[in-house]
Nanobody
């Protein structure tokens, strides 16, 4: 069994910063890509940032230059540093990871429970 546990969400004023974390625990052999998604009320879930095991990151234009994704492979943890936050960044942020468990033939996608980020204007 594998679990992703997020932490660090909260309320912040526009222009402020926030860092969220996601730790993977359980039956883990290796973790491939890790990512953060977000879902605002009435909108589809969207990719915010992704990072390979080797550290190559991808950002959509909406957050490029403001958000930074990083990971600590030794701790099975991924982070998202969010700067210059805008009210439109308000959403539930979900952690995602492609995890290969011990004894499993393939890696599977796992999701965290989500953490609320609210940016006030």
């Amino acid at each position: 069994q594998v679990q992703l546990v997020e932490s660090g969400g909260g309320l912040v004023q526009a222009g402020g910063s926030l860092k969220v974390s996601c730790a993977a625990a359980g039956n883990i052999f290796s973790i491939n890509s890790m990512a953060w998604y977000r879902q605002a009320p009435g909108k589809q879930r969207e990719l915010v940032a992704s990072i390979t095991r080797g550290g190559s990151a991808y950002y959509p234009d909406s957050v490029k230059g403001r958000f930074t994704i990083s990971r600590d492979n030794a701790k099975n943890t991924v982070y998202l540093q969010m700067n210059s936050l805008k009210p439109e960044d308000t959403a539930i942020y979900y952690c995602n990871a492609a995890i290969h468990s011990n004894g499993a033939r393939y890696a599977y996608d796992y999701w965290g429970q989500g953490t609320q980020v609210t940016v006030s204007s």
